[in-house]
């Protein structure tokens, strides 16, 4: 099982095209999205080929294997476009191989999960990516597909084998840990 999580598209049709060729490259088998899908928000400058058409027309393509979160950029208008639900504010994943272990789902910007030592806090938001554990928690951030902050390219997150990977979409590794 591989999961490619990605968050912080915002309307950028360039990138959206760069998440699924990595999708497939990585043979994912679900596309986890963090939220900031279409817009790009006031505090950011235009995304590379921004196109929000074109974006969700993409994302609709993959729609039976997207498990998405909602962003504070994403609005009831576009779930009007987008062929999948989008305006949760969080989610939650079981896996047997983790024993128990709970991945809980959300952008970052407001959400308090209820989370126990081993879980996993996976989100977006910052545009930073981040995978880290702190006070027992594992904490994972994909950065962002189309507006990376922090000096980091674009990037996404795979999870397989227990192992979370950040990477560009060059495939170098950024940043890896195992829960």
Same mark, same amino acid.
């Given at each position: 099982m591989i999961y490619l999580f990605a968050s912080d598209i915002h309307g950028s049709a360039y990138y959206m095209q760069q998440l699924?060729? @990595?999708?497939?490259?990585?043979? @994912?088998?679900?596309?986890?999205?963090? =939220?900031?899908?279409?817009?790009? =928000?006031?505090?950011?400058?235009?995304?590379?080929?921004?196109?929000?058409?074109?974006?969700? @027309?993409?994302?609709?393509?993959?729609?039976? /294997?997207?498990?998405?979160?909602?962003?504070?950029?994403? /609005?009831?208008?576009?779930?009007?476009?987008?062929?999948?639900?989008?305006? /949760?504010?969080?989610? /939650?994943?079981?896996?047997?191989?983790? =024993?128990?272990?709970?991945?809980?789902?959300?952008? =970052?910007h407001h959400t308090k999960p209820p989370l126990k030592q081993g879980d996993i806090l996976v989100s977006g938001h910052t545009h930073i990516p981040m995978a880290t554990q702190q006070d027992g928690i594992f904490l994972v951030n994909p950065g962002s597909v189309a507006i990376p902050k922090g000096g980091f390219p674009p990037s996404y997150c795979i999870y397989k084998d227990r192992t979370f990977t950040i990477l560009d979409f060059d495939d170098n590794t950024l940043m890896e840990m195992s829960v």
């Open positions: 699924m060729e @990595a999708y497939k490259r990585n043979r @994912a088998s679900r596309l986890i999205l963090l =939220g900031d899908l279409l817009y790009h =928000g006031p505090r950011n400058d235009l995304p590379r080929e921004y196109n929000p058409k074109k974006t969700y @027309a993409l994302l609709n393509i993959l729609q039976e /294997s997207i498990i998405c979160v909602k962003g504070n950029c994403d /609005s009831e208008v576009d779930q009007m476009v987008l062929e999948f639900p989008i305006l /949760s504010d969080y989610s /939650s994943l079981f896996l047997d191989e983790l =024993g128990g272990k709970m991945i809980y789902l959300t952008h =970052g």
